[in-house]
């Protein structure tokens, strides 16, 4: 029998949850085939629907990976899991460091730095630090 288990897990992809903390998940329509885990995605162009966030897009949620999905890339029209609070791992545009602020980058990526002079996504901080091109726990808590 079971004891004990670890709340840590550590072995980590993208989009993977970091943590067995509270969530909040809304289930959404894939509006292009731009839309993959672990990136981030803005409100689409109808209320079921979201699509590839970029710099300066508004900030819906991160796209989170699902043991129910049999492909590994969600396609235009696939439901996605988008994340609105909850913390899950991945791969920021440069190094990161904890408890930093949290800025929509391109092609769906998030960054420490902004591109120009956007604001940082509020209710977002770094949970943990990555150097560039390593997977990083971001904390995200969305009104």
């Known amino acids: 029998?079971?004891?004990?288990?670890?709340?840590?897990?550590?072995l980590a992809l993208e989009?993977?949850?970091?943590?067995?903390?509270?969530?909040?998940?809304?289930?959404?329509v894939a509006e292009s085939d731009d839309v993959k885990i672990?990136?981030?995605?803005?409100q689409g162009s109808a209320d079921n629907l979201c699509d590839l966030a970029d710099a300066g897009d508004g900030f819906m949620g991160i796209v989170i990976h699902s043991h129910a999905r049999l492909v590994d890339a969600p396609k235009k029209g696939d439901v996605v899991n988008v994340l609105r609070k909850g913390r899950c791992y991945v791969?920021?545009?440069?190094?990161?460091?904890?408890?930093?602020?949290?800025?929509?980058a391109g092609g769906g990526k998030l960054s420490e730095t902004p591109i120009a002079d956007e604001d940082p996504i509020a209710g977002a901080r770094w949970a943990t630090s990555a150097a560039d091109g390593e997977l990083a726990v971001v904390e995200i808590n969305l009104p």
Not at 38 to 42: E, F
Request: charged share 20%; proline share 5%.
């Open 38 to 42: 672990g990136l981030a995605v803005k």
């Open 15 to 28: 989009g993977q949850l970091a943590d067995n903390g509270p969530v909040d998940v809304l289930s959404r």
């Open 91 to 104: 791969r920021p545009s440069g190094a990161v460091t904890v408890g930093g602020d949290v800025y929509l």
């Open 1 to 10: 029998m079971q004891t004990s288990y670890e709340t840590h897990m550590e």
